[in-house]
C-alpha cells in the first residue's frame, strides 16, 4: 500500500552538477597556473630564493589539482547508467579531496624546509624576488577573480579556489620578505615567509576536507535543516506521522531526499495519493532547494512491518 514518487525525471548527471557550470573558468585558471609556475621555477632559479621555490611548488599543486578539478568535471559528465543511477557525480567531491591531501603534503614539505633554512639562510637578491614574486601575485589575482563566483557554488571549484587563495597569500609572502631584505639585508626573512606560506594552507584545508567528508558520510547539508523539513510535512493535511526521513548531497548543488510519509486511508486512493505527492513536492520547493525527492506513502502501522534499520 506504499506509494514511491519521484520528481524531475532521471537522475541528474554531470551535465547538473554545480562545478560543470564553471568548466570554461577551471581552463583559464589552470592556464594562468602553468604560466606562473614556468616563470617561479625560473626566478627561483635565478635568485636561489626558497620563499620563490615554495610558492613554485605550491603553483605546481594548483596545476594539478585544477587539472584534477577539470578532469573530475568531465567524468562527472557522462550519464547515468543502471549500476550508477547517479552517475558519476561525485568525482569532484573526490577531486577536492585529493586537492586537500595534495596542499597537506605542501604545507608539510615547506614546514620542514623552512625550520632547516632557518638554521642556515641563503643569500637571496631581493630586487629579482620582488619581481617575480609580484608576477605570481598578479597572476593569481586573475585566478581568484575567474574563480571566485564557481567557489560558492561547488566545491570541487571551491578546492580550486582555495589552493589559488593560499598561493597568492604565498606570493604576497615572498614579496613582504624580499622587501625586508632589500631595506635590512636580514636573510631569514626568506624562510620565515616560506614557512607563514605553510602554516596559511592547514586551516583552509582542513576545512574543505571536513566538508568533502561530510558529503562523503551522506551528511544533511548545512543548507536543508532536518528539523523544519519534518515540521513542514508533518504539518502538511492528511499527514500523521514521518519516519525514515534522510537528507544528504550527492555533490555540491545536487541535495537529496527521501521519506516515509504516514497519511490519512484516504490519501491513498489513485486521486488522493497525486494529491499529497503533489502537496509534500510543493511543501519542499516552496521552503527548500532540493534536487530530488523520494516519498513513500503508507498508511498507520506500515512500519511495524519494516526492517527497523533506519529510523
Given at each position: ?17 554545480a ?12 592556464a ?14 635565478v ?32 550519464p ?24 597537506l ?23 629579482p ?13 586573475a585566478?581568484?577573480a575567474?574563480l ?28 613582504a ?27 583552509r ?10 558529503v ?13 523539513v519534518?515540521?513542514?510535512i ?10 525514515d ?11 537529496v ?5 504516514v ?12 494529491r ?21 506513502l ?14
Open positions: 500500500m506504499g506509494a514511491g514518487h519521484h520528481h524531475g525525471g532521471a537522475p541528474r548527471s554531470g551535465p547538473h552538477t562545478g560543470a557550470a564553471h568548466r570554461g573558468r577551471l581552463r583559464i585558471a589552470l594562468l597556473a602553468c604560466a606562473l609556475l614556468v616563470a617561479e621555477l625560473a626566478g627561483a632559479a635568485t636561489g630564493s626558497l620563499a620563490l621555490l615554495a610558492d613554485a611548488g605550491h603553483v605546481a599543486t594548483d596545476a594539478v589539482g585544477l587539472a584534477m578539478a577539470l578532469f573530475a568535471v568531465h567524468v562527472a559528465a557522462r547515468a547508467s543502471e549500476r550508477r543511477t547517479f552517475g558519476f557525480a561525485r568525482m569532484e567531491i573526490l577531486a577536492a579531496l585529493l586537492n586537500c591531501l595534495l596542499l603534503g605542501v604545507g608539510g614539505y615547506l614546514l620542514v624546509e623552512s625550520v632547516a633554512r632557518l638554521g642556515a639562510p641563503a643569500e637571496v637578491p631581493g630586487g624576488t620582488v619581481a617575480f614574486g609580484a608576477l605570481g601575485l598578479a597572476l593569481n589575482c585566478s581568484l575567474v571566485l563566483r564557481g567557489s560558492r557554488e561547488s566545491l570541487n571549484v571551491r578546492g580550486a579556489f582555495l589552493e589559488v587563495a593560499a598561493d597568492a597569500l604565498g606570493s604576497l609572502a615572498v614579496v620578505a624580499a622587501l625586508v631584505i632589500l631595506a635590512t639585508g636580514w636573510q631569514r626573512a626568506d624562510p620565515i615567509a616560506s614557512l607563514a606560506i605553510a602554516v596559511l594552507i592547514v586551516p584545508t582542513v576545512r574543505l576536507a571536513r566538508e568533502a567528508l561530510d562523503l558520510l551522506e551528511t544533511a547539508p548545512p543548507e536543508v535543516e532536518v528539523a523544519r519534518r515540521e513542514h508533518l504539518g502538511l493535511p492528511g499527514v500523521r506521522d514521518l519516519h526521513l534522510h537528507v544528504w548531497t550527492i555533490t555540491s548543488g545536487m541535495p531526499l527521501s521519506a516515509h510519509v497519511v490519512d486511508q484516504e490519501a491513498l486512493d489513485a486521486v488522493g495519493q497525486e499529497m505527492l503533489h502537496d509534500l513536492q510543493g511543501c519542499l520547493g516552496e521552503h527548500f532547494e532540493v534536487a530530488h525527492c523520494t516519498f513513500q503508507e498508511p498507520s502501522g506500515h512500519a511495524e512491518h519494516e526492517p527497523g534499520l533506519c529510523h
